[in-house]
């Protein structure tokens, strides 16, 4: 489905940074039913490990699509990727996001 993301205002997910070194940034990100990361793009390669799962909605410039993420199953995302990552389920979704550096 296309649309366009205008600037919404909603309630901020919580990201806690766990590791941060040359080589890696790993940082958990905790939503709560509404919350978003806010539009940003990524400037490295990715890993996301799904800690609690749950639907979340991503929303870009270009599309809006919904995943359903399942504890421990992890997945690869390359850098350039640009959109705001919200909780569109009724409970706490949570995922540890391992950057690569390089």
């Given at each position: 489905?296309?649309c366009?993301?205008?600037?919404?205002?909603?309630?901020?997910?919580?990201?806690?940074?766990?590791?941060?070194?040359?080589?890696?940034?790993?940082?958990?990100?905790?939503?709560?039913?509404?919350?978003?990361?806010?539009?940003?793009?990524?400037?490295?390669?990715?890993?996301?490990?799904?800690?609690?799962?749950?639907?979340?909605?991503?929303?870009?410039?270009?599309?809006?699509?919904e995943?359903?993420?399942?504890?421990g199953?992890?997945?690869?995302?390359?850098?350039?990727?640009e959109h705001d990552?919200?909780?569109a389920?009724?409970a706490?979704?949570?995922?540890?996001?391992?950057?690569?550096?390089?």
């Amino acid at each position: 489905m296309k649309c366009k993301v205008a600037a919404v205002s909603r309630p901020q997910a919580t990201s806690t940074v766990q590791v941060d070194n040359e080589r890696v940034r790993v940082t958990e990100w905790r939503f709560a039913p509404g919350e978003a990361t806010g539009l940003h793009r990524h400037e490295f390669d990715y890993v996301i490990v799904p800690v609690l799962g749950g639907t979340l909605r991503l929303e870009s410039s270009e599309t809006t699509a919904e995943a359903e993420l399942v504890a421990g199953r992890s997945y690869f995302r390359e850098a350039g990727v640009e959109h705001d990552v919200v909780n569109a389920g009724d409970a706490e979704v949570a995922y540890v996001e391992v950057e690569l550096k390089g």
